[in-house]
C-alpha cells in the first residue's frame, strides 16, 4: 500500500494550487480518502474527505467554499483543488485513507498515510 502526495508549492495570497495522491498497491474506490495538514508547530488537522463509494464530501470550515475533494477511482488517484489561498493554509498536507466507504471521525483513524507535500502561501 503506498500513497504519493504531490503538487505542494509556493503561492501568493489569493492563488490556486491542485494536490494529487497517487495510490498503489490497492484499490483506491474500497477506501475513503482525506487530506490531513500539519502547520509548523501546531497538530495535525482534518482538511477534507470524500467517501468510498457515494463520493460523499466533507470540508473543515476553515476551507469551506475554497477547497474541492475529488477522485477518480479509474486512474487511483484523488485531488484537492485549492483557491483563494490564504497565508494560514501554510502545512505540510498529507493524504490518508481508510478502508470502507465512510470517511473517519477523527483523522487517527486514517489506516494508510502519504509522504505528505508542502503548502507554502505568502507573498
Known amino acids: 500500500v503506498q500513497l504519493q502526495a504531490s503538487g505542494g508549492g509556493l503561492v501568493q495570497p489569493g492563488g490556486s494550487l491542485r494536490l494529487s495522491c497517487a495510490a498503489s498497491?490497492?484499490?483506491?474506490?474500497?477506501?475513503?480518502i482525506g487530506w490531513v495538514r500539519q502547520a509548523p508547530g501546531k497538530e495535525r488537522e482534518g482538511v477534507s474527505c470524500?467517501?468510498?463509494?457515494?463520493?460523499?464530501?466533507y470540508y473543515a470550515d476553515s476551507v469551506k467554499g475554497r477547497f474541492t475533494i475529488s477522485r477518480d477511482n479509474g486512474k487511483n488517484t484523488a485531488y484537492l483543488q485549492m483557491n483563494s489561498l490564504k497565508p494560514e493554509d501554510t502545512a505540510v498536507y498529507y493524504c490518508?485513507?481508510?478502508?470502507?466507504?465512510?470517511?473517519?471521525?477523527?483523522?487517527?483513524?486514517?489506516?494508510?498515510w502519504g509522504q505528505g507535500t508542502l503548502v507554502t502561501v505568502s507573498s
Open positions: 490518508a485513507v481508510k478502508y470502507g466507504s465512510s470517511c473517519p471521525r477523527q483523522i487517527w483513524e486514517y489506516e494508510y
Open positions: 498497491g490497492f484499490t483506491l474506490g474500497d477506501y475513503a
Open positions: 470524500i467517501s468510498g463509494h457515494h463520493g460523499t464530501t
